[in-house]
């Protein structure tokens, strides 16, 4: 976070507490100096590098990008539904309250667990829902799944089709990665580059089998690695910059792909006009044809 703000709207912003709750007592009992100066009013316009509150630095002053290895049984929403637990309730409290909004981008199901990806910056979010590698090709996601029954031997072929159709659906699925992981224990890695209601455990039960655990490990460039499950960290400054890229590139092909359809709009007009004219043309040639022939008619007959 760079340059000066009031101090109320920098605790609002960061999810400490609302603007209209920060006053001279709140700044006092938090101990709020700005290079050990008490900060007096809300009102203040401070550095927020150069704060403190009791005593220490705040923490997380810049946009928070967070990869989270969420557990089974809870839920990518910020909304709560009765008792279900919230991917929220895996972050500090004041992240949820931040502004702009912390959003999970890339859903997870209830029982799946793994990567999920959360960012307070739009542009990050949409690049992962709806980007493109600079080859055009859409951004990868890899789980790790455990099947109820042994494989077949058939699942590469059938996941790379791109003719598994789900139930209730019209339009097969993308053609998807099958790589088999341990065939005792029925584990296959699956990288699928789309994302539909429960997919896996759908594209399963079209092939004959049951998806029994699913473990997602990979959103585009960005690895879960070693994170523990249930802990969230930071995204590296190049993670964070490879899917920005991704989405940069799939900005220039949206430009370059709605110039071209501006230029053949303009053509298939050109070409609309041209035959109109033409056809004009043709119809006022006609009709003086016409004229011709019907007063060669009248004076053939006057004769």
């Not at 809300?42 to 989270?68: F, Q, W």
């Not at 019209?170 to 088999?180: I, M, Q, R, T």
């Amino acid at each position: 976070m760079s340059g000066k703000i009031r101090v109320d709207k920098l605790f609002s912003n960061l999810g400490y507490v609302s603007r209209s709750n920060i006053n001279a007592a709140w700044l006092r009992q938090n101990a709020v100096m700005e290079n050990g100066i008490p900060v007096g009013t809300s009102k203040s316009v401070i550095d927020p590098k150069r704060l403190t509150v009791n005593g220490a630095p705040i923490p997380y002053l810049e946009p928070l990008h967070l990869a989270v290895n969420k557990p089974q049984g809870y839920i990518c929403s910020r909304d709560r539904e009765g008792s279900h637990k919230i991917i929220y309730d895996l972050l500090p409290p004041a992240f949820y309250m931040r502004s702009p909004v912390l959003s999970v981008t890339g859903r997870l199901d209830k029982w799946a667990s793994g990567l999920v990806l959360l960012s307070q910056d739009g542009l990050f979010v949409s690049s992962v829902i709806e980007g493109a590698k600079v080859d055009g090709t859409p951004i990868e996601k890899v789980y790790e799944v455990k099947f109820q029954k042994p494989f077949t031997g058939q699942e590469e072929l059938l996941f790379a089709s791109g003719k598994i159709k789900l139930e209730h659906e019209d339009s097969p699925c993308l053609p998807a990665g099958f790589e088999v992981i341990d065939i005792q224990e029925r584990l296959a890695r699956l990288t699928l580059f789309e994302g539909r209601y429960h997919q896996i455990r759908r594209m399963a039960a079209a092939i004959g089998n049951q998806a029994i655990s699913v473990h997602r490990v990979q959103v585009g460039p960005i690895h879960l690695k070693d994170l523990p499950l249930g802990k969230w960290r930071q995204l590296t400054q190049q993670e964070y910059e490879s899917v920005l890229e991704q989405a940069s590139t799939r900005a220039y092909v949206q430009r370059k792909t709605q110039h071209i359809n501006k230029l053949e709009h303009m053509a298939r007009k050109s070409a609309r006009v041209e035959k109109h004219n033409i056809d004009q043309e043709e119809k006022e040639e006609e009709e003086e044809e016409e004229i011709a022939m019907s007063d060669l008619a009248k004076e053939l007959l006057g004769k």
